[in-house]
Each structure stands twice: as C-alpha cells, then as structure tokens.
C-alpha cells in the first residue's frame, strides 16, 4: 500500500464516532474463602478464577447489541484514530440507527434491572451447592445499572496547525492516522470479502439474489468514502458492474455465479485490488476487469457445496469483527479455506489484451 495516496484535506468530508458502550461481567474474583480456606499455590505461581454472580444468558443481550454497533459501523465507516471515520453526508443516517440500536439497549436494561432479584435468587437455586460463594458477591442493582451504558461521541477532526511549541505540531500525530485510511479501507475491504467468501461463495454452483446483498454493502461503504483515497471510487465502479451483469431474477448459476466468485476473490487481495483499480484511473473499464476475471474459468477451491454451509447473505448476522465482543473464532476445516485469485491464461489469439494485474 506503498503507493497510497492521502491528504489531510480529506478531513473536510469525514466525521469521527467514538463508541462507548459499558457491559457488567457479572463476574467476581475467587477468593480463597470461597474454597473454604483451602491451601493455594503462591500467586505467582497460580491465581484463582472468577465466578458468574449471574445468569450470562440473562446479559447476552446486551453484547449482541453491542456486536450490532460495531458492525454497523464497520459496514459504513473505516477504523480511524479510537473509532471509526464516516462520511460526513452520512452522518445523520448513521447516528439514527445507533440512536435505534441505544434504544433497544435501553429497554433491555430497564427489563434486566426490574427482574434482576428475581433472575439472582432464581441464579443462586440453580446453584446451591455454591449458594454462599454467589451470595458473598452479589450487588445491588443500583451498582449494575452505573455498569451499563451505550454513548457515543460525533465529532469534527482538525489538525493543529500552530502552537507556542512547534514540536507539538510537527510531531501531532494526525497526518500519519489520515495517510492510513486508504490502506485501512482495503484491508477492511479484503477481510469483508473473505467473510463473504465463507459464508455466501465457497463452494457454491448456484446462490440467490440474497447473495447480492453484501455486495451491495460493500458498495455502499466504498461510494462513501470513495474521497478518503483515489483508488477506492474505481473499486466501487468495479462491484457495480459486476451488480449490474446480474440477472433480474431467478437463482444465480454458470459464468454469472463464476463472475461474483472471481470479484469476491479480487476484493479479498487488497494488493492486486489497488493495481486493478490504477488501471482504471488509466482508462481501461471495470468490464476489462471483470472480462479477465471470467476468461479464467474455474475461480473457487475445490470444495464442494455439501461442505460449504451457510446462507446466500450475511446481513443480520449479529458479530463484531474487531472488538472482541461477541464474534467466535474459527477454528479448522471449511471456515478456514481462503479464496484464491486464479492465474488467468493469456488469451489464444495472441492479442494484446491488458492484463489488469490478473495474469
């Protein structure tokens, strides 16, 4: 990502979202009391768990809301300083469904804390075998509700163009976070593409129009911000061809299905996504790209449909990706495949066709 190109002039059109959402754990340190005095190793050897005060399940809840945050944001702005960078123009849309998803938390805290000394003796009989360990760490309510809470901050970035101390200017940290966007939108972009890889395309020889769907997201995201950096308007022109070549209706199978699965690999490789897109600045068209993905035949792993699962879509799947919060790991088999971009042939004729980086 070398070659990206950044200004600090790209400020004018982006706000900042800082996300501030507090969950209560509902956990407490062991102690060694609550093993009835019992001889421990030393604590730089070994330290105690903790214990569930309260039924997760009670809270789970509240960090998918949390996970539906993130993710929202994550589909409409760029990871930027603590938060995220959207479009200025979008901010209204934006902070409307956060006001949406505050709501929903809201309400759910409000039902958790009325039912909270019901839900905990209920917690303590599931139970009682270890009733006075839970009991000797019990809160109050008031203490759980100071615990929770759902905000965020919208603000306008600017940088420090003069102070008493000119150090404090030169080294304010700001131009380098700006110059990195670019190169952080790509990378969103391929890790966006690989899940959608896993969870639409893998496998596949027929989807439906659901399948579209987080396509069209990422589409979104990149018109968006398509001023952050030069590149990312061509990438947006890229996936809207490709949209666009779709049948109006009816399942999506043969060169069609080949066509998303080749964009979906091109989108997964931030690098080779950049150098397509200079040849767009160049001149050629999104078709040369898309004509090149389709000259290369077979664009999937060798794995099979029964294996690959899943559902034609990923919208509403209810995950953070960077957080931590909420989404699960994968570990071993399908999950773990990647897409490949394939090694297209030269064409047989011999004509001078550009290559777009494919070949």
């Known amino acids: 990502m070398n070659n990206l190109h950044s200004d600090i002039q790209i400020l004018d059109n982006l706000l900042a979202v800082n996300l501030d959402i507090t969950l209560w754990s509902a956990r407490k340190k062991m102690t060694p009391e609550d093993l009835g005095g019992a001889e421990l190793p030393p604590e730089d050897l070994a330290s ?66 009325a039912a909270y000394d019901t839900s905990l003796e209920a917690w303590i009989a599931k139970h009682q075998e270890w009733a006075s360990i839970i009991r000797n760490s019990v809160v109050s309510s008031d203490y759980v509700r100071g615990r929770m809470g759902f905000r965020w901050q919208l603000y306008k970035v600017a940088p420090l163009e003069s102070h008493s101390d000119e150090n404090a200017v030169l080294e304010a940290g700001l131009a380098d976070e700006v110059t990195s966007l670019g190169g952080t939108l790509f990378s969103e972009v391929a890790k966006s593409a690989q899940e959608i890889w896993r969870r639409v395309y893998m496998g596949k020889t027929e989807v439906t129009h659901k399948a579209l769907s987080p396509l069209r997201t990422l589409h979104g995201k990149l018109v968006g911000l398509s001023f952050v950096e030069p590149h990312v308007a061509p990438v947006a022109d890229i996936i809207k061809a490709a949209l666009g070549r779709m049948p109006a209706k009816g399942t999506i199978t043969g060169t069609d299905l080949l066509l998303l699965q080749g964009l979906v690999c091109l989108l997964s490789d931030s690098e080779a996504l950049v150098l397509h897109a200079q040849k767009l600045i160049e001149g050629y068209g999104p078709a040369t790209v898309l004509d090149a993905l389709l000259a290369g035949g077979q664009t999937t792993p060798a794995t099979s449909s029964a294996e690959s699962g899943g559902v034609d879509g990923i919208d509403g799947q209810e995950e953070s990706r960077m957080d931590g919060s909420e989404a699960g790991e994968n570990s071993g088999s399908d999950s773990d495949v990647e897409p490949v971009l394939p090694e297209l042939p030269l064409p047989a004729n011999g004509m001078d066709i550009p290559s777009m980086g494919l070949w």
Not at 75 to 102: C, N, Q, T, Y
């Open 48 to 113: 105690l768990g903790s214990k569930r005060v309260a039924d997760p399940e009670s809270l789970r809840i509240f960090s998918t809301l949390k996970s539906r945050a993130f993710t929202f944001l994550d589909r409409h702005g760029v990871r930027f300083m603590s938060g995220w960078a959207i479009p200025e123009d979008k901010a209204g849309d934006i902070v409307a469904e956060l006001i949406s998803i505050r709501d929903e938390f809201r309400a759910a805290k409000e039902d958790f804390l």
